[in-house]
């Protein structure tokens, strides 16, 4: 249910042919050190690059950078503030 | 794997596996012990004896140890069950201060194993025994039906001379102790069950299977106070902890940053679920050294190959109840056995 | 491992900490409902971060833990056929059936075998044609959609011999479940991120307006479930309730669409029983009837099961947090990690087991192991 980790897209193999199914598109990940190939149905939009999240064998999602960085954004937030916290409005 | 062979002579050639009359005390059996064990194991000099071997031992003490290989599959990335069988001796020797001499060698063979398997598997015996200096001096065969063991099962016991001047063992750990292991964990552990349960991993993570008389051998030699050693086997760095605490009577403390695992062991583990500290080692053991001597007992470590990577990750804490803690992120938390084999788990 | 580390620095951690023990004033109760994240809490002891006024209770976040008993003899039925290949995540192969469990039927002769992944299984349907595999799908929603797709796959590769046993479950009907009992304390929620990464955070709006909780999508590294941790109090603490999202670097309001989509090709929602809490309305899925070749379910008939629960086992209330594992009468004595009654106590995230590797130990001068924030 939960055990899924982030790696990085180092190669992606699309199917052939327009009718191919999207469950043949796979790709290689490289979890810091070790690579397994990975099927890369679930994340049409991954390209070579990309960290991608890793869950019994299927990426599930691309992780965002962005979003990543803004649990330390408001880690600095924290501490600027004192004794407010910051403000959030729900991200989601 | 280049395998220089004894020259076989025909009669063993003339049978691809193993036949239960291999075991049977007959002919069969005397050709099989003279073409596979005698010819690769006299090599270092008295060849095995009929019954028992006569000894001439450099001490009057002597440590004596036996173990049992039941490892599935045989071969594995990097070693393969004979090569356990004999480093997992010596090295049992070795935890005990001991310089490793004599191993025997007892064989349950399942008919239907290839000869040529037992062939492979002997000949690393044969080349673990010459690396650490040891002669495999007696032995014993026995085969049963097929489907009764796993191709094969090895139990060696080993003898080997006490030089250290004093005891070694978790009775002399002392309150102060660091704790120091000789080097990174898991390699073992994740190799086998990537090969046994066909996890393919890009990059492949092989076996740290070694002997370790070496690295005792030079840390007994630079004069710090070794109090005890033990060798990470099933269960790693938990369970040795968690054993020594539990004999000696002492809380070890030690801290999760400073325990040294290579990042390709970190990811399988992440990939798996696995916490390093339970998965099993072959060539790595931690040494229990007053505290004073700790930087001396690292540094003639790191002359050995196998333990160029030793570090200090925690020290004994107290004594009084027997239990191991670990320093991580939220505080310390206790660390105890499993009681079974680590399984991989989607949770 | 990068997106890994840097959300387990220590130093983060205890600001994030420090940060929760300022803002709270009252007492609230916190349920977690994952596997990962109550490993996560134990293995860091991240519960020993948190101020008194926090109490952190597992739920039924383990999909190993609430699988229902029935299933694991049906399993192991079907397991024990000799034409049959059964393959299971590892997590599953020593949860205890009414007798036995997977592995047990294994040392019995059984040819069970662990993967990795539905592919895996997949591909073994496909080397092994004269054999019959069979998969067991268990899993929350995370899970659904490697296991759907192993299915598409199997039907696209026109295979015969492959077929899954389906028991997933659904976490919203869950959580819902739990906030309608009367005995209901839990005042906040920390949703699980991966479940979320495929269902996006919508189902959980309408929960946290009807029952007014504020629920935060959380990650599983210490610096994501104590920023959870943080968000939910900071939501209580101003009387707010609603569904916030602090794994945002995995999670999309919306979800995963494609997945979503094979899910919903494959499978459909269905009522399922969880283990030690019982019936639980459209809270599993179960294959669609255009892929009832693929369902173990019907093509192997195993005869009627009745299934025995142990008598003394109360992981349901420990599921959903009415009762501590030290509260039940035979933890750490007829029930223990090396013979367990239920399914708590073997899962390596299931509450009893957590508690039962931390509970000897109380370390002097150590905040106490226990999966609450404070003394039991």
């Known amino acids: 249910m939960c055990l899924a980790v982030p790696g990085k897209v180092i190669a992606i193999a699309e199917p052939d042919g327009a009718d191919a199914s999207p469950l043949l598109r796979t790709g290689t990940v490289d979890f810091g050190g070790v690579t397994k190939e990975v099927n890369m149905a679930y ?41 407010l916290a910051p403000d959030r409005s729900p991200t989601a | 794997m280049n395998i220089e062979g004894p020259v076989c002579p025909v009669p063993l050639s003339r049978y691809p596996a193993i036949v239960m009359a291999h075991g ?93 398997t037992l062939m492979r598997v002997v000949q690393s015996m044969s080349r673990a025994a010459a690396d650490t200096g040891v002669a495999i001096v007696t032995g014993d065969t026995k085969v049963v039906e097929k489907g009764r063991c796993d191709g094969m099962y090895i139990t060696t016991a080993g003898v080997g001379s006490l030089e250290c001047v004093g005891t070694i063992g978790p009775a002399e750990v002392r309150e102060g102790d660091t704790v120091i292991v000789s080097g990174d964990l898991g390699r073992h552990g994740i190799a086998v069950m990537a090969v046994r349960e066909g996890f393919a991993f890009g990059t492949q993570i092989v076996s740290d299977c070694a002997p370790l008389w ?40 030690v801290t999760e940053e400073a325990i040294p695992v290579a990042d390709a062991v970190r990811s399988a583990c992440e990939i798996l679920g696995y916490d ?39 020290r004994v804490t107290a004594s009084g109840e027997g239990r191991v803690l670990l320093r991580t992120v939220g505080g310390l938390r206790p660390v105890d056995m499993l009681s079974g084999e680590q399984l991989p788990r989607i949770c | 491992m ?17 940060r929760i023990a300022d803002v709270v004033r009252s007492d609230w109760t916190i349920m977690e409902v994952c596997g990962g994240q109550t490993h996560s809490i134990v293995r860091f002891g991240l519960d020993q971060m948190l101020p008194e006024q926090i109490t952190l209770v597992h739920g039924p976040g383990c999909p190993v833990c609430v699988t229902p008993l029935e299933m694991i003899d049906r399993a192991i039925a079907i397991a024990s056929r000799p034409e049959v290949i059964f393959c299971s995540f590892g997590d599953m192969l020593r949860v205890p059936g009414s007798s036995q469990d997977l592995m047990s039927a294994k040392a019995s002769g059984a040819d069970v075998r662990m993967v990795y992944s539905p592919l895996d299984a997949v591909e073994l349907a496909r080397a092994n044609p004269d054999r019959e595999v069979v998969f067991f799908a268990v899993g929350f929603e995370t899970t659904a959609p490697a296991n759907a797709g192993a299915v598409e796959m199997a039907r696209v ?53 009807q029952y007014r909780v504020p629920i935060v999508v959380t990650g ?129 995230e299931g509450a009893c087991a957590a508690y039962y590797r931390y509970r000897r130990t109380p370390a002097a001068g150590a905040a106490q192991p226990t999966h609450a924030g404070h003394q039991p």
């Open chain 1, 43 to 83: 994340v049409p939009d991954a390209k070579m690059g990309d960290y991608v999240v890793v869950h019994v064998g299927f990426a599930i999602s691309v992780m965002d950078e962005n979003e990543a960085n803004q649990v330390f954004e408001y880690l600095r937030q924290m501490d600027e503030a004192g004794d």
């Open chain 3, 2 to 18: 990068r997106f890994v580390d840097e959300y387990r620095s220590s130093a983060d951690a205890q600001r994030l900490a420090a």
């Open chain 2, 24 to 116: 049977g005390g007959g002919r069969l059996m005397r050709d099989l012990i003279e073409n596979a064990f005698i010819s690769a194991f006299g090599a270092v000099g008295d060849r095995p004896a009929h019954d028992s071997a006569a000894l001439d031992l450099p001490t009057a003490r002597i440590a004596f140890t036996t173990d049992s290989f039941v490892i599935r599959p045989l071969f594995f990335p990097n070693a393969d069950i004979g090569e356990l069988a004999v480093y997992g001796t010596v090295n049992d020797l070795a935890m005990g201060g001991a310089r490793p001499l004599y191993l025997s060698a007892s064989f349950i063979l399942e008919e239907g194993l290839p000869v040529d």
């Open chain 3, 157 to 209: 590769q026109n295979l015969r011999n492959f077929s899954v046993l389906v028991s997933h479950v659904l976490v919203p009907p869950a959580i819902t479940a739990i906030l309608s009992s009367p005995d209901c304390r839990v005042n906040g929620f920390l949703a699980a991120g991966h479940v979320c990464t495929i269902t996006g955070c919508l189902e959980y709006e309408p929960i946290a307006a």
């Open chain 3, 220 to 348: 599983f590294e210490p610096v994501d479930i104590l920023q959870g941790v943080l968000m939910c109090v900071e939501q209580l603490e101003r009387r707010r309730h609603t569904v916030e999202n602090q794994y945002a670097r995995s999670v999309r309001r919306e979800g995963n669409p494609a997945a979503m989509a094979m899910i919903g090709k494959v499978m459909e929602v269905t009522d399922r029983t969880w283990r030690g809490i019982g019936a639980i309305p459209m809270s599993g899925l179960r294959l669609r009837d255009a892929y009832a070749d693929f369902d173990a379910e019907r093509k192997f008939d195993v005869g009627s099961i009745t299934a025995q629960e142990s008598p003394d086992c109360i992981s349901g209330l420990v599921l959903q947090g009415l009762k501590r594992p030290n509260q039940c009468a035979a933890f750490g004595t007829m029930c223990t990690p090396e013979h367990p009654l239920g399914a708590t106590m073997v899962s390596s």
């Open chain 2, 214 to 253: 070496d690295p005792v051998q030079a840390l007994l030699a630079s004069g710090a106070e070794v109090h005890c050693l033990r060798d990470l086997t099933r269960g790693g760095l938990a369970s040795a902890l968690v054993e020594i605490a539990e004999s000696a009577h002492i809380e070890v403390t």
């Open chain 2, 276 to 314: 390093p500290l339970h998965v099993a080692n072959e060539g790595r053991f931690v040494a229990f050294v007053r505290s004073d001597h700790a930087d001396r007992a690292i540094e003639a470590l790191r002359t050995c190959a196998v333990s160029a990577d030793a570090v200090s990750i925690g």
